[in-house]
């Protein structure tokens, strides 16, 4: 008995060492400002070592003060590109849900609605890019398309995949507790299916952006894609990048933003 008890505490005072001698993860924030020291210290050594002209490579700092003297532009150009974005992330979450939810109610529905789904990612997004200009015009419409066609095969995928995968221990508990097919969907394929959806609004979240982007590419008169090929073209190279930064920015924020809000929403995700 004496044994056992001695055997015991020795387990538990391992564990307890081994719990605080457990290395404390950084956070995320942090990480990512050192990784962006990182790579700005890295740029500089570039521009220097290289002597990279600033038509070609601009130096941080120059990027910097290009940030503060066009300030204004700069940010009416980014929320014209923050809206089409979080629009196309509405709208393509939007008919990403509703055609898995389709696809898993009405099972002949799938034969049909599958090659659309290969076809929003078979065909290029710049081959879209000039049919939607002209069916929906030079305007934020068109953007807001082109985001969520991006996005519409990742959401569409990680929702089916979830929903139907649903354990069947599950699913069986309920039927014999007498749950509709509307209270199985609502109180149990949904919940099990959100973890997998989860993953992917955050590939969505990150992709979105390149739908937006290239649509003011193909044509318009604002946003930061439109700014950057007007700073390319005039070869203002320190305001292109100035307009990059912010978009990465941009994208960086929307993704953490994102990524919170999920694990608050859905805390059983990891387990």
């Known amino acids: 008995m004496n044994d056992l008890t001695r055997s015991e505490a020795v387990a538990h005072s391992t564990n307890g060492q081994a719990a605080t001698t457990r290395p404390r993860q950084m956070n995320p924030v942090m990480r990512l400002l050192i990784s962006s020291v990182v790579i700005l210290g890295l740029w500089q050594l570039v521009v220097v070592v290289f002597e ?11 990027v910097f003060l290009k940030l503060i003297e066009r300030y204004d532009v700069l940010l009416k150009h980014t929320w014209v590109t923050a809206q089409e974005i979080l629009l196309g992330l509405l709208l393509g979450l ?19 609605l599958l090659p ?7 065909i290029p997004v710049f081959a879209i890019a000039p049919v939607l200009m002209l069916w929906l015009g030079y305007g934020i419409a068109s953007k807001v398309v082109m985001a969520a066609i991006i996005i519409f ?20 508990l309920a039927k014999t507790m007498g749950a ?19 993953s992917g609004i955050r590939v969505a979240v990150v992709i979105a952006p390149i739908g937006a982007v290239v649509g003011e590419w193909v044509g318009s ?8 090929l007007q700073a390319n073209a005039r070869m203002i190279i320190d305001e292109m990048f100035a307009a990059l930064f912010i978009l990465a920015v ?22």
């Open 180 to 198: 509709s097919k509307w209270q199985l969907l609502r109180y149990i394929q949904l919940p099990a299916a959100l973890p997998t959806l989860a």
């Open 250 to 271: 941009l994208s960086i924020s929307l993704y953490f933003i994102t990524d919170k809000l999920l694990k608050k929403a859905i805390p059983w995700e990891n387990q």
């Open 221 to 228: 008169s604002e946003g930061l894609g439109y700014l950057m």
């Open 94 to 112: 939007s008919m990403g849900l509703f055609f898995a939810l389709q696809m898993l109610m009405f099972d002949p529905l799938k034969r049909w």
């Open 116 to 122: 659309i789904l290969i076809a929003s990612q078979a």
């Open 52 to 62: 990279m002209p600033s038509f070609i490579l601009p130096a941080p700092a120059e």
């Open 153 to 172: 095969f990742p959401v569409t995928t990680c929702c089916y995949d979830g929903l139907r995968n649903t354990p069947t221990g599950y699913l069986d």
